[in-house]
């Protein structure tokens, strides 16, 4: 490679850590939310490392545990909270998107455009919002090990030894134990590309065993304590069986392929060439990445973000080829940079200008209200909390109380989708001030909150209808919040 290139491989490189860190540098507080995932790293700080078998709330504490791992040990040694949730996710992604950088390389020969690949996932807002938000924590660390595991399952050949297998096998297991969804990912990749290189299959055994020897002590640890149920409920959580609703009515595949595409048209030109890529693939009978593109569009919401990663590859290489065509008539060679240059500057605007405009949910004020729940309750009582979704996620962690009803951890016990629908019609009741609506979301959720938690600006009217009737008074009010304590009789 020319120094040329080189230097622009290095300044594509240097300028995708723009978008990365943009947002962790800037704020005091992590954008996004991991409250779940904080609270859990911290239990098993307070607890020596030895695995919970429930978390705050009496939640099953099943989820694979290694990013909390990690956490604990960076509270032990005295990093805090706020910096690890700020920065280590866009840590790991970086190491991911890098291995991206290699895998591109490896399949269209061009380290400039590889550069210019990993310049658009950097930029790419709902990569951005998946793993470099705080819950990149988990799902950046997922992240980094299934570049890692696929990168090295791609180098496998007929001719590999033991140890390549048994290194995927042992990275693939740290997946796992990192985060459910991206190890299903990884897995149906693995799996459709297994069908293109057939020829490996000997090589699969070795690979599956040290998988297995990976991540069987924290399933026996889970075990010992708790059904295997909670594995299946997890697996049919976020839209990952979507599948079944095509098999049952073929008409939904319209309705799957849309949502699975929709966070490519975040940034409409980048959705475009996406779609141009994958028909310019099949076009050129290289058909293994429009497969995996095409299957993994099937599994609904936890889908988008794999298959953003494989429309930039698509798109990518097909610029590729349009500049490698053109460069060969000279005075055509500067059409063809000026269209690459100018379609990679416009998708990357767009998609900074995106991430620019992400901003923590987090507020002083926010940390105040959840300070003084804790002070003012007792450990066993809980909260129904007003608010958005993020702040209503972050409120356990910082105020040591649970409220009485949550996403947290519900996918292991199976009733996700109906603590979900409590949490969003609670929050339409409260926006109109509907007291008696309310009532029943809190009747039906079978538990009685000693304190409700409201955010002012956006519930305004419930506020004063709760200052006109006897049930309620309040406790505390700052610039942004209010809480209200039950009255006793």
């Not at 866009?90 to 591109?104: D, E, T």
């Not at 490896?106 to 470099?132: C, D, M, Q, T």
């Not at 399933?219 to 299946?232: E, K, M, S, T, Y």
């Not at 309750?377 to 993020?390: M, N, R, T, V």
Request: proline fraction near 5%; hydrophobic fraction near 50%.
């Amino acid at each position: 490679m020319s120094a040329k290139k080189t230097i622009l491989v290095v300044l594509l490189g240097l300028l995708s850590l723009l978008p990365l860190f943009l947002n962790p540098v800037r704020y005091n507080f992590p954008v996004g939310y991991a409250g779940m995932f904080a609270s859990f790293g911290q239990q098993l700080a307070d607890e020596n490392f030895r695995l919970p078998v429930y978390a705050l709330g009496n939640v099953p504490y099943v989820y694979p545990p290694l990013g909390f791992y990690l956490m604990a040990v960076f509270l032990k040694v005295g990093i805090s909270d706020w910096l690890y949730l700020r920065f280590m996710p866009a840590f790991f992604s970086l190491v991911a998107l890098f291995v991206f950088f290699l895998i591109y390389d490896r399949f269209y020969k061009s380290k400039v455009f590889a550069g210019v690949l990993l310049l658009l996932l950097a930029a790419s807002p709902y990569l951005i919002e998946s793993n470099v938000w705080a819950a990149g924590i988990v799902r950046g660390l997922a992240f980094a090990f299934f570049a890692l595991t696929f990168w090295g399952f791609l180098k496998i050949n007929p001719d590999s030894d033991w140890k390549l297998p048994a290194l995927v096998g042992f990275l693939g297991g740290l997946t796992i134990l990192s985060h459910p969804g991206y190890a299903f990912f990884l897995a149906l990749w693995m799996g459709i590309w297994l069908l293109f290189n057939l020829k490996i299959w000997r090589q699969i055994p070795v690979l599956f065993l040290f998988l297995f020897v990976t991540v069987t002590p924290w399933l026996v640890a889970v075990l010992a304590n708790h059904p295997f149920g909670v594995f299946i409920n997890a697996f049919g959580s976020h839209g990952t069986l979507g599948l079944l609703s095509v098999l049952e009515n073929p008409a939904h595949l319209v309705g799957l392929a849309t949502l699975g595409t929709s966070k490519l048209f975040q940034v409409p030109l980048a959705g475009w060439l996406a779609l141009a890529g994958f028909v310019y693939h099949i076009y050129q009978r290289r058909f293994e990445l429009p497969v995996l593109f095409a299957s993994t569009i099937l599994f609904s919401l936890e889908s988008r973000r794999f298959v953003l990663i494989l429309g930039i590859f698509m798109a990518v290489a097909m610029l590729q080829d349009f500049h490698k065509f053109l460069s060969t008539r000279n005075s055509w060679r500067w059409v063809s940079s000026l269209v690459v240059t100018l379609s990679v500057t416009a998708i990357f605007a767009s998609g900074l200008q995106q991430i620019e405009r992400m901003k923590p949910s987090l507020t002083y004020s926010y940390l105040e209200a959840a300070e003084v729940l804790n002070q003012n309750s007792q450990p066993g009582e809980q909260y129904l909390i007003f608010a958005d979704y993020q702040e209503a996620e972050w409120f356990p962690y910082f105020s040591k109380r649970t409220p009485i009803f949550a996403h947290w951890a519900h996918e292991w016990q199976g009733d996700i989708g109906h603590q979900a629908d409590l949490l969003y019609e609670n929050f339409a009741c409260g926006r109109s001030g509907d007291l008696d609506c309310v009532d029943d979301v809190i009747r039906r959720s079978g538990k009685e909150p000693q304190y409700l938690v409201i955010m002012k600006i956006k519930y305004r009217e419930l506020i004063d209808n709760l200052s006109e009737g006897g049930e309620w008074k309040r406790l505390y009010n700052n610039r942004e919040y209010q809480i209200w304590q039950k009255r006793h009789p």
